[in-house]
């Protein structure tokens, strides 16, 4: 017998075995028998122990009518505070970025149209996007922010 067959046999072993049910052997728990959950879905649930059990429907599936949401029960959801504004940015920040997309847009555009680029107009775009990246990397500074207070935190 070849490892080609060995493996064929596995195969068709797993394939018809695919749809079988596993039979659970209680001696082979590891944990006892009181430990184990009942058949069926728990069908009362207790809020507190002065409450009533309220009853609660058998989960059949997905797709039942119990998965639809429910307009009353939208009392104690989470609804976050609205961001913070973003900070307010200078006008040379403004020019940097507008000259480090603005070079090469320039450059697509009139390269997608087929106009003629002259030499100053290509040495223009290209140091635009040179001097946008210089700009906002000299800009960008090393340290933390100026109003961090004296804990740098984990700074490495």
């Known amino acids: 017998m070849t490892p080609q067959s060995d493996e ?8 018809a075995s695919f749809n ?28 507190d122990a002065g409450e009533e059990a309220l009853p609660q ?5 997905p797709g039942t009518a119990g998965d639809e949401p429910r307009d009353d029960d939208d009392e104690g959801h989470y609804v976050p505070p609205p961001p913070p504004p973003l900070p307010k940015t200078d006008a040379a920040t403004k020019v940097a970025w507008a000259a480090l997309f603005g070079g090469p847009a320039y450059l697509l555009v009139t390269a ?40 740098d935190g984990a700074v490495v």
């Not at 429907?57 to 599936?61: H, I, L, M, Q, T």
């Open 57 to 61: 429907p058998a989960d059949d599936g």
């Open 112 to 151: 997608a149209a087929g106009w003629e680029l002259r030499g100053w107009a290509l040495f223009t775009a290209v140091a635009a996007f040179i001097g946008g990246f210089v700009a906002l990397v000299v800009r960008m500074g090393d340290g933390p922010p100026g109003g961090s207070g004296w804990d």
């Open 20 to 47: 079988d049910t596993a039979e659970r052997d209680p001696a082979d728990q590891p944990w006892p028998d009181s430990e184990n959950l009942p058949a069926g879905p728990p069908r009362r649930v207790a809020e």
């Open 8 to 15: 064929d046999e596995v195969w068709r072993q797993i394939v």
